[in-house]
């Protein structure tokens, strides 16, 4: 068990529909990342969150969203679902994220858009 | 832009074989980080070992060992006397130093081990 959490674990929507994905970090995590794992990309970096601030951003779509809380938990949110959207989103932590640090993953949130 | 490459897409081998994934990177950067991720049929990723670009001494623990070669930009692992609980997806990452932790994955290898 890495200590991060996801939910839901599932998760089976519509075209056109909004979801949101909740992470917890591990006790003691400032950082919080958000990566997205399908069969044509791969896994692929989307946000990092330090203490409450945007961080870095990759290769994360306009119609997605993210923040993190004061109480260090994460939301990203996935608007006007697409097909292509369909994937494994997983969350990480570290404690600072400052480079070459461990990163810790959740066991992931599988979102099938129908 | 950085880039890490995994030729082998499928691995099997029969237990207690040994087992060599191979990862490529590129980068422009000379201080960088690599790390080895396991993905088991569970799904989670799971850490197996970082190492910074200016430690090229191999690692070795327990039936796990790496090889890292700066000349060749290469970070190898290798799985001894290999065991069922070993297949898995592992994906070979690299992190530059640059104030966060965006990692650049390739595109994992697929090990399954054969009783």
């Known amino acids: 068990d890495s200590g991060v959490t996801q939910t839901p674990k599932h998760l089976i929507t519509a075209t056109g529909q909004r979801v949101t994905l909740r992470c917890s970090p591990r006790s003691g995590d400032l950082s919080v990342y958000w990566y997205q794992q399908s069969l044509d990309q791969g896994l692929q970096f989307l946000i990092q969150?330090?203490?409450?601030?945007?961080?870095a951003k990759g290769n994360i779509l306009e119609r997605f969203s993210a923040q993190q809380f004061p109480d260090l938990h994460s939301e990203l949110n996935l608007s006007s679902l697409e097909l292509g959207d369909s994937a494994l989103y997983f969350c990480?932590?570290?404690?600072?994220?400052?480079?070459?640090?461990?990163?810790?993953f959740g066991s992931g949130t599988q979102l099938s858009v129908l | 832009a950085q880039k890490v490459t995994q030729a082998q897409t499928e691995i099997s081998v029969v237990e207690k074989e040994d087992v060599t994934l191979d990862c490529v990177y590129e980068?422009?950067?000379?201080?960088?980080?690599l790390f080895w991720y396991k993905q088991p049929p569970s799904g989670e990723l799971v850490f197996l070992i970082r190492r910074n670009s200016f430690d090229e001494q191999n690692e070795i623990s327990g039936r796990y060992s790496w090889n890292f070669q700066k000349s060749t930009s290469s970070f190898n692992f290798t799985i001894t006397a290999s065991q069922v609980v070993d297949s898995a997806v592992y994906f070979c990452a690299l992190s530059e130093a640059r104030g966060n932790e965006k990692l650049t994955f390739g595109t994992g290898t697929r090990l399954t081990i054969i009783p």
């Open positions: 969150y330090y203490n409450g601030e945007e961080r």
């Open positions: 980068t422009r950067d000379t201080t960088y980080y």
């Open positions: 990480a932590s570290s404690v600072g994220g400052t480079g070459g640090e461990k990163l810790f």
